[in-house]
């Protein structure tokens, strides 16, 4: 299994960064897939998830400004991130999950694999 993700990099506030997981290993098709984040000295938390039949949650940190999407046909999970804070600085991470997207989609227990992820920084 292997989860690949990039697209980090330093932005300005205000601007945009697309984050790319491509995945290979395991059925993407059927997996839920979700996109996580650490930064320094925190916990990681959850940003989003897309089930197979494209069920999606945010967090409310970033509901309005973050969109995750899937192409099955490339194995790949984006993250479209505008309007970015500050505080969105971080490690992203891509996770793959089961076929079922439970309650607790918000908790990295439920992802069975991770990607290596991508920095993130955004600064003037």
């Known amino acids: 299994v292997q989860l690949q993700a990039s697209g980090g990099g330093l932005v300005q506030p205000g601007g945009s960064l697309r984050l790319s997981c491509a995945a290979s290993g395991f059925t993407f098709g059927m997996s839920v897939m979700s996109w996580f984040r650490q930064a320094p000295g925190k916990e990681r938390e959850f940003v989003a998830v897309i089930s197979w039949g494209g069920t999606i949650y945010y967090a409310d940190s970033v509901k309005g400004r973050f969109t995750i999407s899937r192409d099955n046909a490339k194995n790949t999970v984006l993250l479209q991130m505008n309007s970015l804070k500050p505080e969105d600085t971080a490690v992203y991470y891509c996770?793959?999950?089961?076929?079922?997207?439970?309650?607790?989609?918000?908790?990295?227990?439920?992802?069975?694999?991770w990607g290596q992820g991508t920095l993130v920084t955004v600064s003037s």
């Open positions: 996770a793959a999950g089961g076929s079922r997207l439970s309650g607790t989609y918000y908790s990295p227990n439920e992802y069975n694999y």
